[in-house]
C-alpha cells in the first residue's frame, strides 16, 4: 500500500534555471530546533505542509553535495504532489554512500545540479512549513547549497516529535519509529519514500498530540 500511495502521488516537473546559485556558511543555518505543537496549537499551523528529504554524498556539510532532493507537499494533511529528482555532485560519490542510499555515479551522470533545480525547489516549498525527520541535517544541507527559507517558516522536526510521544522507544530511526504506527515502507535512505513515511509518520504524530483518532478531528 505504501508504493501504490508514492506511485499514485502526482510528479511536478523539475524545472532548470542558469542562475548562479553561491554556497553559503554552515553558521549561519536558520534551523535550530524544531516547532513545538501542543494539544493547543491551531490546525492552521500545520494542516499544509512540505516534507523534505536529502541524500548525500556524506555527513558533513564541508566538502559534501545533495545528490538526491524529494519534497512533498500535504495538505490538509494529505499528500498531493511531489517534487524528486537525482542530482549531480561536484565530485564522484564515495563507496560508502553508495552502500547506503543505493545512488550510483552513473545513475547522476546526466542528473542536473543543485544551482539549476534551486529556483523551482525553492517555489514549490515557498514559505510553507516544512516537515523533515532530524530536520536539522537537511535543512542544513539545503541551506548550504543554496536554498532561502522565509523567515518565519515553520520547522518540525519528527525525529523530536518522536521522542515526545514515545518515550523510551527503542531506537528513534525512522524506519523504527513509523513501525510503531504501522507505516511500513521499502527504499529506506531514498529521498522519495522517506519524505512520504515523514509526512505520514508527521500526521500519525500529531493525532497522539491532540489526542483524536482521524485526520478529520485533527483538523
Given amino acids: ?40 496549537t491551531s490546525s492552521k499551523r500545520y494542516r499544509d505542509f512540505v516534507v ?3 541524500e548525500t554524498t556524506g555527513l558533513k556539510v564541508g566538502g559534501n553535495d545533495i545528490i538526491e532532493v524529494s519534497a512533498i507537499r500535504f495538505e490538509d494533511c ?13 565530485k564522484s560519490i564515495p563507496k560508502e554512500a553508495t552502500e547506503i542510499n543505493g545512488i550510483t555515479d552513473d545513475m547522476v551522470k546526466n542528473s542536473p545540479t543543485f544551482p539549476q533545480i534551486k529556483s523551482s525547489l525553492q517555489e514549490y516549498i515557498g514559505g510553507l512549513p516544512i516537515v523533515a525527520h532530524n530536520a536539522s541535517f537537511d535543512i542544513k544541507f539545503l541551506y548550504v547549497s543554496g536554498l532561502d527559507f522565509e523567515e518565519d517558516q515553520l520547522f518540525y522536526d519528527t525525529l523530536i516529535l518522536s521522542k515526545k510521544c514515545l518515550k523510551d522507544w527503542y531506537s ?34 500529531l493525532k497522539g498530540i491532540k489526542e483524536v483518532s482521524s485526520i478529520d478531528e485533527l483538523l
Fill in 1 to 40: 500500500r505504501f508504493n501504490e500511495c508514492l506511485d499514485s502521488i502526482p510528479r511536478v516537473e523539475v524545472t532548470l534555471s542558469d542562475e548562479k546559485v553561491l554556497r553559503k556558511k554552515e553558521i549561519n543555518t536558520p534551523y535550530s530546533k524544531g516547532t513545538t505543537i501542543t494539544k493547543r
Fill in 172 to 205: 528513534y530511526r525512522l524506519s523504527d519509529v513509523c513501525r510503531a504506527y504501522h507505516i511500513y515502507f521499502d527504499g529506506a535512505h531514498r529521498a522519495s519514500s522517506d519524505a512520504l513515511a515523514t509526512g505520514l509518520l508527521f500526521v500519525e504524530l
Fill in 52 to 54: 523534505v528529504d536529502t
Fill in 78 to 90: 494529505k499528500p498531493v504532489s511531489i517534487y524528486t529528482t537525482l542530482l549531480k555532485p561536484r
